[in-house]
């Protein structure tokens, strides 16, 4: 019995943690774009892809290549914000993203070492 608590313990940590996205606080949600984003566990997936990919490349692009990436993200938030709660516009709008994301990253691995 004390061995079973012992490991079910830690999953209850677990299950009580607010849900998140990799970029904004699930419990905090507050437009219709994110509640989705929250509700929808495919998006809230990609998301998280995104996030991180962002995150990899704000760090690593020159800093010309940064600001372009930090305005395309945020015109690209504008158009997600603009889906509201609509779930297939906001997955098109994640697959191009990714598409790019990823696009851009491989590019940039390409390059090796500098």
């Not at 809230?44 to 995104?50: A, G, R």
């Not at 991180?52 to 020159?62: E, G, S």
């Not at 990714?98 to 390409?110: D, M």
Request: charged share 25%; net charge neutral; proline share 5%.
């Amino acid at each position: 019995m004390t061995r079973l608590f012992a490991l079910l313990l830690p999953m209850a940590f677990l299950a009580a943690a607010p849900a998140r996205a990799a970029s904004f606080a699930c419990d905090t949600a507050g437009t219709p774009d994110e509640k989705a984003i929250c509700a929808h566990l495919p998006l809230n997936d990609m998301d998280v892809e995104m996030a991180t990919r962002f995150a990899i490349l704000k760090d690593v692009l020159p800093m010309g290549g940064q600001t372009k990436l930090r305005d395309d993200q945020e015109a690209w938030r504008a158009e997600r914000h603009a889906c509201g709660a609509d779930v297939a516009c906001l997955r098109g709008l994640y697959e191009t993203r990714l598409k790019v994301l990823r696009g851009v990253l491989s590019e940039f691995a390409k390059q090796g070492p500098q």
